[in-house]
């Protein structure tokens, strides 16, 4: 966890803890958290559990904003943090927390593995309430959010407090799940709390103690307060950047400003590494820039000191702020992002195989790429759940529409997407309609 410093939020955090000692008594609930970017979601929450941690287990997950996140990543990286979890007995429950191949060609369904997951939060939740923290839920994908939905109907008595975290911005892509949660809200297990920007004061008090040696004045705080709208991540930007010569006096977006001014050679590393994810190792950032990991290694600590843009995550990095990495990302010409994604497929079995064709999709021509989809896909085939294998098909679907000239291939996505909706999500209606898409395209006369 980057620290950053924590101002007000007074009432956001009796708020939380008076929540969490409802879910003591049952039933457990679900506290979605929102703001916009920077608005210091994750933050508030960080210093909660921090508070609370020696009266809780807690566990966290982080959602992904690619389509190269297999379904339930975060809820499955949560789920292994728990001690429990390691013994775990029911043999589909080893399978979904180390995401390994099955011998059998079943695949898990919800029916089985939610169950599952059920008995071992069962388990975890014997001597003390357990705290679920989902970073980022505006990503989650349809798996992690129908589990969800089932934790909230089929386990109410265990005492389990669902955090999580969303952008206000995105937060349309949420509304079929809340509009299907509706029981849960009327009956209280379903919260919404939006967080407000912060005042003048609590400004003046973060300036105070980011930079406690600076002359601060009231016109100062007045313009970084201005300038940021209270959203906390921008008023740090405009903190530090105050009393830069380099920088302009009033400037509306000091993030990007900052990336901007920061050395070639930092920011080619940081574009680089923008295009790995939000989280990177040094490793493979190392073998796409050629570079040998030792000397990669310490220009990335120089970073986290000098510049608190990334900072140490396990035995890798991550961006102290999502924004960071999107900034990086716009200020990239698709030019030069596909030959940063081109590097990085060149990897080959250096990295994650979903990794490896979302690197190579977005840096080959789409026939190629579309092909790395469904191999991908058909990898999946024996894993954890059929959504695994969807999500490679569909995204394989869009890139061939979108080029718009390949009717074999599309042809073949509709076979496949046809067969995986009636033989592992047993739904043939939906399977029918693939299969008579491919059937048109099979009788037309000019095929």
């Known amino acids: 966890m980057i620290e950053h410093s924590f101002v007000g939020r007074s ?19 679900l ?8 608005g210091g979601k994750t933050r508030l929450v960080e210093h909660f559990l921090a508070g609370v941690s020696d009266d809780c287990t807690i566990i966290r997950g982080r959602c992904w904003d690619n389509w190269a996140a297999v379904s339930y990543h975060s809820l499955r990286e949560a789920l292994r943090q728990l001690p429990v979890s390691a013994n775990a007995t029911h043999p589909h429950l080893r399978t979904f927390l180390c995401n390994e191949r099955e011998d059998t060609a079943n695949m898990i369904s919800p029916q089985v593995l939610f169950p599952a997951i059920g008995d071992l939060l069962e388990q975890a939740t014997a001597l003390q309430p357990l705290i679920l923290f989902l970073d980022d839920l505006q990503w989650a994908d349809e798996g992690t959010l129908e589990w969800l939905d089932f934790c909230l109907h089929q386990q109410e008595e265990l005492p389990l407090f669902l955090l999580a975290a969303c952008r206000s911005e995105e ?16 009956q209280d297990r379903l919260l919404q709390r939006e967080l407000a920007p912060l005042d003048r004061s609590e400004v003046a008090e973060l300036a105070h103690t980011v930079a406690p040696t600076e002359a601060w004045n009231e016109n100062a705080i007045e313009q970084i307060w201005h300038l940021s709208e209270g959203n906390p991540l921008l008023a740090l930007e405009n903190i530090r950047a105050h009393g830069d010569s380099a920088a302009p006096s009033t400037h509306s977006d000091p993030l990007r400003h900052r990336l901007q001014i920061l050395p070639s050679e930092t920011r080619n590393l940081l574009c680089q590494a923008a295009v790995i994810g939000e989280c990177f190792g040094v490793e493979s950032l190392a073998t796409a820039l050629n570079q040998d ?29 999502a924004r960071y990495r999107e900034v990086l990302l716009e200020s990239m010409s698709p030019a030069l992002r596909r030959q940063y994604h081109a590097r990085l497929a060149a990897q080959g079995n250096h990295i994650a195989p979903e990794q490896h064709t979302y690197h190579l999709v977005h840096s080959s021509d789409v026939r190629t790429g579309a092909r790395a989809l469904l191999k991908q896909g058909d990898d999946l085939r024996y894993r954890a759940n059929y959504r695994d294998v969807l999500r490679f098909y569909t995204e394989a679907l869009w ?8 009717d074999e291939l599309l042809l073949e996505i509709y076979q496949r997407i046809g067969d995986l909706q009636l033989w592992a999500a047993h739904e043939p209606e939906l399977a029918r309609g693939y299969y008579e898409v491919a059937l048109r395209w099979v009788q037309s006369p000019q095929q």
């Open 293 to 321: 990991p030792l000397e990669t290694a310490r220009t990335l600590d120089d970073i986290w000191h000098a510049q608190h843009l990334i900072g140490p995550d396990g035995e890798g990095y991550r961006f102290a702020h």
């Open 399 to 406: 890139h061939v529409q979108d080029q718009g000239n390949d």
């Open 31 to 38: 506290l979605l958290l929102t703001a916009s970017a920077g």
């Open 11 to 29: 009432a956001d955090l009796a708020f939380l803890h008076q929540q969490l000692k409802t879910v003591e008594d049952r039933p457990h609930k």
């Open 171 to 186: 937060f349309s892509g949420l509304q079929h799940f809340f509009e299907r949660l509706q029981d849960a809200r009327q």
